[in-house]
């Protein structure tokens, strides 16, 4: 065995030349790649091409002004007995700075093959059967996965995409006594990631994968891995914090509050999530063919003018109204044509009489949009403007209400956003705030279109775009859930809650929900909680209060039993409840919004009681075994 080994900045990096498999020794620990992984490359047709299978492997040593490690060139790949031009080279290196170990990929010639996903660089070995080697996931809000977990995790939100609701923020990590890591990903919008993880383990294998781009690897991929001492996900948060800083990512509630003096007006706002018309097309997931007239529903205008009322007449001084379903072809249906505002509910003075009482009450008024899903039946659809395929076809479903859609081209929805909300404001539509439909929750699209060709990082660029158009009408806004490239802009999002809280009640769960993204970004976004109590479970506004959040006074699931609404399992409340349970999480909310969570805990060993310190000095301590919560100082 041919082992080559290189040594800087008190780390050294060794290459088994035999497996290409790696090994780093940092802060007295060494991590090493797991004996079953193999480096391969997967095809458009499922084939896999090993790294090993190359022809030709040189490795060489890579020394710069920055740092030192090993370059290594694959050639002469042959697929069938013919000889392919396709080439790469990996690059691994430590800084001399840091001592962060980066591996990058280096495609140099692409011809002969149709990459499908790029699995390199390697998990870690992580065998170890104990609740005390965990690894670190940013599903959602986060969750801690203990290599004893009784649950297999293998199937990961849009296959592990990251940018997406599978990754909050493009990153994992594992931790074990007396050491730890954080791998980012420098170049997420084009990589995805997979978790290995068998029921009671006794082992999680994490790891990412390279994702062509418009058919193509392209351009380099980096991840960054840096190695500690005694750790535990606390730090690898707050090494990411800093990354964000080091990257101008990071934007803080203070900064978006400087610009925008309603990012004031919100905080500490009861949220309150309703509707006005819901029409299910046949051919819909949703339709229900045995009770048709179920398929159609309309309230009134003027009965949510009356409900802002009310709320003001028991004192709900701060009030947010997320309104679905309030253009005429009702919730998720003829996207991106949604106007004019719905005629049977009361057309445009309806929906002006309820935004002017909106006003006069002094809440705040947003719409929920969309401009991603595009309806064949919208009255402009035209192909010619939909995500296209390689192949020249486009994708086709009908699961939401209004049937038949495919993806619009996100090069196309800042000139719709625009279009429709110049509309709404001409017809006295007064908005403080509004909501974008699945942008930061949904996986980036791409297009081969060649009147649009869009690449996925670019999606994300117009999608961004269309938050920036509503912050230019001093408009706020929000999407589905969060994600980090888009926190210059976004200011809150419908909810950005733990993996659990959106299935049904009583589903196996990945691990332990756990605060990763607000020990980020706690102090940049508004996140609102669901407040459900659950027959036997939690009482989610524990959750609320732990992480500093806004609260759900009111919610109407769109859909039911998706997304968190289970109103079959959630305990009943009254108005007056629910208010006084509000209160209790925007006072908190108002004290702490612009604060880092600087520190989460589980206390005794136990995952059921939690604390968190923010950098005001404030602590909140729950307890899920009787639902009991203290916040210091009082």
């Not at 800084?95 to 149709?114: A, R």
């Not at 009482?539 to 992480?547: F, I, P, S, T, V």
């Not at 039993?561 to 629910?578: I, K, M, Q, V, Y």
């Amino acid at each position: 065995m041919s082992v080559m080994t290189v040594e800087h900045a008190n780390t050294t990096l060794q290459l088994n030349e035999s497996t290409l498999a790696f090994s780093v020794t940092a802060q007295g620990q060494t991590w090493r790649w797991a004996e079953s992984y193999r480096p391969r490359i997967v095809t458009t047709d499922d084939r896999e091409i090993f790294f090993s299978d190359a022809a030709s492997i040189t490795h060489h040593a890579w020394n710069t002004g920055i740092g030192k490690g090993i370059r290594s060139t694959y050639e002469g790949f042959s697929v069938d007995g013919v000889e392919l031009p396709f080439s790469f080279e990996t690059i691994v290196w430590i800084e001399g700075v840091s001592g962060d170990v980066f591996f990058e990929f280096v495609p140099l010639n692409e011809d002969g093959l149709c990459v499908k996903a790029v699995y390199w660089p390697g998990y870690m070995e992580f065998e170890e059967p104990s609740d005390r080697w965990y690894s670190v996931l940013n599903i959602m809000q986060g969750l801690l996965l203990p290599n004893t977990w009784e649950n297999e995790v293998n199937k990961l939100h849009f296959d592990g995409q990251m940018c997406s609701c599978a990754a909050y923020m493009p990153w994992f990590g594992q931790v074990r006594p007396g050491a730890g890591y954080i791998a980012i990903c420098q170049h997420p919008w084009d990589a995805a990631y997979q978790v290995d993880h068998p029921a009671n383990g006794p082992y999680s294998h994490v790891s990412v994968r390279w994702l062509p781009s418009l058919g193509k690897l392209s351009y380099r991929r980096i991840m960054k891995y840096s190695f500690l001492g005694s750790c535990d996900y606390n730090d690898l948060c707050k090494i990411y914090r800093g990354y964000v800083k080091e990257t101008g990512l990071f934007t803080s509630l203070a900064e978006k509050a400087a610009k925008s003096p309603l990012v004031d007006k919100l905080i500490g706002s009861a949220i309150v999530h309703k509707g006005i018309k819901t029409h299910v097309a046949p051919g819909s997931y949703y339709y229900n063919e045995e009770e048709p007239e179920k398929n159609d529903h309309l309230v009134p205008f003027s009965t949510r003018t009356a409900e802002i009322k009310h709320y003001k007449e028991k004192g709900v001084k701060k009030l947010y109204l997320h309104l679905d379903g309030w253009g005429d072809p009702g919730y998720d249906n003829k996207h991106p044509d949604y106007l004019p505002a719905c005629k049977e509910a009361g057309g445009w003075e309806g929906l002006k009489e309820l935004s002017d009482t909106i006003q006069d009450c002094g809440y705040m008024f947003g719409l929920h949009d969309q401009y991603r899903d595009y309806y064949f039946d919208a009255p402009t659809f035209d192909k010619d403007f939909a995500c296209h395929a390689p192949d020249g076809s486009i994708f086709d479903m009908a699961r939401w209400a209004g049937g038949r859609q495919t993806l619009l081209c996100a090069s196309q929805a800042p000139y719709y956003v625009k279009r429709n909300f110049e509309e709404v404001l001409r017809h006295g539509i007064h908005l403080e705030a509004s909501y974008l439909d699945v942008f930061t929750c949904n996986e980036g699209d791409e297009c081969c279109h060649p009147w649009h060709k869009m690449t996925r990082k670019e999606c994300f660029e117009y999608r961004n775009a269309c938050f920036a158009y509503l912050l230019s009408k001093n408009i706020l806004p929000s999407s589905e859930e969060v994600t980090d490239w888009a926190m210059k802009n976004l200011v809150f999002a419908h909810y950005g809650p733990y993996d659990f809280m959106l299935q049904a009640p009583g589903s196996p769960r990945k691990g332990i929900p756990t605060p990763l993204f607000n020990l980020v970004y706690h102090d940049c976004m508004i996140l609102p909680w669901l407040m459900d109590r659950i027959e036997g479970q939690e009482d989610y506004m524990l959750y609320a209060l732990l992480n500093g959040g806004a609260a759900y006074m009111d919610k109407d699931g769109a859909y039911p039993n998706c997304d968190g609404s289970f109103d079959d399992a959630a305990a009943e409340t009254h108005l007056d409840e629910e208010i006084e349970r509000y209160q209790i999480v925007a006072s908190l909310q108002e004290r702490i919004a612009k604060c880092e969570m600087v520190r989460h805990e589980f206390l005794d060993h136990d995952w059921m009681k939690q604390r968190t310190t923010y950098s005001d000095g404030t602590t909140v301590t729950v307890n899920f075994h009787d639902n009991s919560y203290r916040i210091d100082p009082q």
